[in-house]
């Protein structure tokens, strides 16, 4: 059974500093790996997907990577802006089965002006 | 274009009530999910339609939940007798294909049994 892990649970930096969020997962034989942006009371919203072929991808000043057989993945954002103090959830899609989304508990992130 | 939308975003019931959650997915979209989040938590897989067909309901806590997609298109989650341990935000999704494709959410229903 998939588990995912997210740690730290919540994290305060002040603008304009780069940081990393991890994201660890049990089963290696994933599909793909999600990054998610949850703003409070709203949905989720969909940042990168890294298929499992893939290394890493990036989209502005975010990037992600995954590294299977170590069973992680690494969002980073670069010169933070307190616009992007939201809660980051990574999910996980695994092989030959069902195609949903394994979640961890996510990691609050408060960017300080 | 519209994303995925719910109805309704905020539902009060008293314990014991049924309630019928809506999903509109984005149009031409092939799966639609749904998952249930607790607060404080990641959102839980509950169930899974590819077009009409439930494919995994693997996800669903008891026989009081039910789900349909019967023209591969709306779906609704029915939860029939609540419980006060029910109460979260539920979540629906769609993506345009199977295999993995990235997963678009609504903005949920938020659901509080009393």
């Known amino acids: 059974k998939q588990e995912v892990t997210q740690i730290p649970a919540a994290l305060s930096v002040p603008e304009g500093e780069n940081l990393v969020l991890n994201c660890s997962f049990t089963?290696?034989?994933?599909?793909?790996l999600q990054w998610f942006r949850q703003d409070p009371g709203k949905g989720l919203t969909s940042l990168l997907l890294i298929q499992s072929s893939q290394r890493e991808q990036t989209s502005g000043r975010l990037n992600a990577s995954l590294d299977k057989s170590s069973g992680r993945s690494t969002l980073y954002i670069a010169a933070s802006q307190p616009g992007d103090s939201a809660t980051y959830l990574c999910a996980a899609t695994s092989q030959g089965g069902s195609e949903k989304l394994v979640f961890g508990k996510g990691t609050k992130l408060t960017v300080n002006p | 274009g519209a994303g995925v939308s719910q109805s309704p975003r905020y539902k009060v019931a008293k314990r014991g009530q049924d309630v019928a959650l809506r999903c509109d997915p984005i149009s031409g979209h092939v799966s639609l999910f749904w998952y249930q989040q607790a607060l404080g938590q990641g959102p839980e897989f509950l169930t899974y339609f590819q077009n009409e067909a439930q494919l995994d309901k693997s996800g669903l806590p008891s026989d009081r939940f039910f789900a349909e997609r019967p023209e591969g298109s709306v779906s609704t989650l029915k939860i029939q007798r609540t419980q006060q341990e029910d109460s979260a935000v539920y979540l629906c999704?769609?993506?345009?294909?199977?295999?993995?494709?990235?997963?678009?959410f609504g903005p949920g229903t938020r659901l509080t049994v009393l």
């Open positions: 999704a769609s993506s345009f294909q199977s295999s993995g494709d990235t997963q678009y």
């Open positions: 089963d290696s034989a994933i599909y793909n």
